[in-house]
């Protein structure tokens, strides 16, 4: 059956004329959807023949809190839903001065294979549907009593492997009569799918991209990023380039603090070579250590080293706050752990 979630008012709408209803119900029904009701009984305003007919025709989904942690440091909370499949996947719930912000994963696993994160390290199980995305954001503030007000596509998954799902609910959240998030208070992270950027770029959304370079360098990258086989950084850029063309928005450079791996002084000038004079921001993220992974997080000295150099050649950079540090808030942590139990 359908994810009746996964559908816009204009889909809804066609949906009920074929079942012989009234079109203008899909804006009542798309607002319950949004607010998180967990059955179609709750739709109070509807009547009782048309709540079976939805029920009998649409599955309604609604995660489960497998568990749950709350950072006593800052407050961060960290969940794993489990789907109705029995799938589980993370969201965490950030507080910043300008609002709350959900991060959200976009797969079950990840095919990426980055050296440094645990998402991939089981592999991708299945991608998300675009309601299930929805899902983490609407029962995060539901169960926090929180209302989120900026959204970052940075969980598990790679989000432009999931394109179709993602570009729905990109739509569906920013909506006006759901959750109207507007898209400049989305970011998107993606490790570089380069065709995908550029397919991205046509869209003309007005989301924030976020890339994760990671190493100014082919051979570093390629080391810790199986992607850049694919999509070298000459490749990549030129991506980034026809993405900011087309949209006009700035693209936001993730790049990973490692020791001894991507925090030594040459690949510091040679990423301020790579971006200079072009409408770029570098986020500095010290690194999550993963047991299984074999890099270390860089030394606070050499981060101030690198953002200083970097800065000297015109180019902004700002180190991510590291939020949750007590609560397992690296991607893919909480998930590994309860595939272990």
């Known amino acids: 059956m359908t994810e009746i979630k996964n559908l816009t008012i204009d889909e809804l709408k066609d949906e009920l004329r074929a079942m012989g209803e009234k079109p203008f119900r899909a804006g009542q029904i798309f607002k319950w959807l949004h607010e998180g009701v967990r059955s179609f009984d709750q739709m109070s305003n509807l009547s009782k023949e048309l709540r079976a007919a939805l029920a009998a025709r649409y599955v309604l989904t609604v995660p489960e809190v497998a568990r749950k942690q709350v950072s006593r440091i800052d407050g961060t909370v960290k969940y794993l839903w489990r789907m109705r499949d029995g799938d589980c996947v993370e969201s965490v719930l950030m507080h910043y001065e300008h609002g709350n912000t959900a991060c959200v994963s976009t797969q079950v696993g990840c095919r990426m294979g980055c050296k440094f994160c645990a998402s991939g390290l089981n592999g991708l199980k299945r991608q998300l549907s675009a309601g299930e995305i929805l899902d983490e954001v609407l029962f995060m503030q539901q169960d926090s009593g929180e209302k989120i007000s900026n959204i970052v596509l940075m969980g598990t998954g790679e989000p432009l ?181």
């Not at 920013?174 to 770029?201: M, V």
């Not at 270390?296 to 015109?314: E, I, M, N, T």
């Not at 991510?320 to 590994?336: E, K, S």
């Open 161 to 341: 492997d999931n394109y179709e799902q993602v570009l729905r609910f990109l739509r569906l959240v920013s909506c006006p009569e759901g959750l109207n998030i507007g898209q400049r208070h989305i970011s998107l992270s993606t490790s570089g799918i380069a065709d995908k950027i550029e397919r991205l770029a046509e869209e003309k959304l007005q989301i924030t991209l976020s890339v994760s370079l990671h190493a100014p360098d082919d051979e570093t990258r390629s080391a810790i990023m199986p992607v850049n086989s694919a999509y070298p950084i000459e490749r990549l850029m030129r991506a980034c380039n026809y993405y900011f063309d087309k949209t006009g928005r700035r693209i936001s450079y993730e790049y990973m603090m490692a020791r001894d791996k991507t925090d030594r002084p040459w690949q510091a000038e040679r990423l301020a070579r790579l971006l200079r004079g072009r409408p770029a921001h570098v986020n500095l993220i010290p690194l999550n250590e993963v047991a299984e992974s074999p890099l270390s997080p860089s030394s606070k000295d050499a981060v101030r080293r690198f953002q200083a150099a970097l800065q000297k050649h015109g180019v902004t950079a700002t180190v991510r706050r590291r939020l949750g540090p007590d609560i397992d808030a690296a991607c893919g942590q909480l998930r590994r752990r309860e595939l272990e139990t």
